[in-house]
């Protein structure tokens, strides 16, 4: 007989009253008892589901163990946060964080703390290197005046042995001459003591005066400089080269006279050779 069938037209008249309909429209037949083959898928299917409620529970524990490791209360939070940590090395996150912590032993807590460090560094070897370069430059500058005197005094010395200045006058013209010559932009230059313009030559105009001719023009001013010999000459023994013949022009007439000067016609002062 069958269990199950879905008409009773499907057994013969007699057994048909030894089957119920159920509610899907089915006849199934009465037993005294559960059928053999269904304990057995009972027992089964009871085994199982305890197999997977059991499973279920590990699964729900593990999964709320992994929201408190992930510090989140739901899977959708926790799916979430892991999607931040896509592409985070475990192990270049653990290096990072050493680096911070000894940041931090150093004071830097936040962005401009770091920068705060490095301006004060980088303050420290501008002050340094400043320094530095000021006494370099200070040095330079000590150096460039030794040379410029130096440069001067040679200068002067040179043209007064020319100009026969007597060896034991020589420091003496040098340090009156060092009140009008002068190093600018290193060349031995006269100017006015007073009023610092540049003085010209009485030979040649437009040319500025050189120490010679200033040394040629003390012969007469100061002659105790120069060697005896020549001396006596300047006193009236023979004719002085550098003696101007003529007129007598002031200093403020010399623009007027320019080529009476050259020829030597007229008479200059020399105020700054005195």
Known sequence: MQAIISSLDQVAEALRPEYVERSDGKFVLKLEGDHPATATAVGDANTKITELTGKVDEFRGTNTQ??????????????????????????????????????????????????AIIATEVGKVTTALNARIDASEQKTASANA????????????????????????????????????????????????????????????????????????????????????EGADLSGSGPNPNEFTGKTVTEAEMGDHIEDIAKGKVNVPVPWAT
């Open 146 to 229: 030794a040379l410029a005197t130096e440069k001067l005094r040679g200068t002067l010395t040179a043209a007064g042995i020319k100009a026969s200045v007597a060896e034991s006058a020589i420091g003496d013209f040098v340090t009156r001459a060092t009140g009008t010559f002068k190093v600018v932009d290193g060349k031995v230059v006269a100017v006015n003591p007073e009023t610092g313009v540049p003085l010209f030559s009485q030979k040649t105009a437009g040319q500025p005066l050189s120490p010679e001719e200033y040394a040629e023009g003390l012969q007469k001013t100061a002659p105790h400089f120069f060697k005896s010999s």
């Open 66 to 115: 992994l929201l408190k490791g992930i510090g989140e209360d739901t899977i959708e939070a926790a799916l979430a946060k892991i999607a931040t940590l896509k592409g985070v090395d475990p192990a270049e996150y653990e290096a990072l964080k050493l680096k911070a912590a000894e940041l931090k032993q150093k004071g830097v807590t936040k962005p401009e703390d770091f920068a």
